[in-house]
C-alpha cells in the first residue's frame, strides 16, 4: 500500500512539475489546420507571428502577426492585450497553457464578443 502511495505521489508531482514548465512560446497548429504560428518574445511584447497558412481566402498570410502584452496569472494562464497591425484591430486576450496544447480567447467591444481557439504543440 506504500508503494502505491509514493507511486501516486510521484505521478502527481511530476505532473505539476511538468505543467509549471509549460510556456507559451513554441511553435504552435491552430485546432483548425489552416495555421501554424511562432510564439516568441518581440522587444518587450510577445509576438504570434504565421509561419503557414493553409487557406489564404480568409486574409491571412505568412508574416501577419499579433503583438501581445501578456501578464501571467495563475494556473498557466496569460491575460493582456492583442493588436493585429494589418487589420488595426485590439483585443482583449486569455491565453491558457497546458502540456502540448494552448487555449486562446479573443474578445471584442468590452468582452461582448469572444472567439476561442485550441492550439497544439507542433514540432
Do not use: H, Q
Amino acid at each position: 500500500m506504500r508503494k502505491i502511495a509514493v507511486s501516486l505521489a510521484l505521478v502527481v508531482f511530476a505532473g505539476t512539475a511538468i505543467a509549471n514548465e509549460t510556456a507559451i512560446e513554441g511553435k504552435w497548429m491552430r485546432g483548425d489546420g489552416n495555421a501554424l504560428v511562432r510564439i516568441a518574445p518581440c522587444g518587450a511584447k510577445i509576438c504570434a507571428t504565421n509561419l503557414w497558412i493553409g487557406d489564404t481566402g480568409r486574409g491571412e498570410e505568412v508574416g501577419d502577426k499579433l503583438v501581445m502584452s501578456l501578464t501571467p496569472g495563475s494556473s498557466n494562464t496569460y491575460s493582456g492585450t492583442a493588436y493585429d497591425p494589418k487589420r488595426k484591430m485590439r483585443y482583449s486576450i486569455v491565453v491558457t497553457a497546458r502540456v502540448g496544447g494552448l487555449t486562446t480567447r479573443g474578445c471584442l467591444f468590452g468582452k461582448l464578443l469572444c472567439k476561442d481557439v485550441m492550439w497544439t504543440a507542433a514540432k
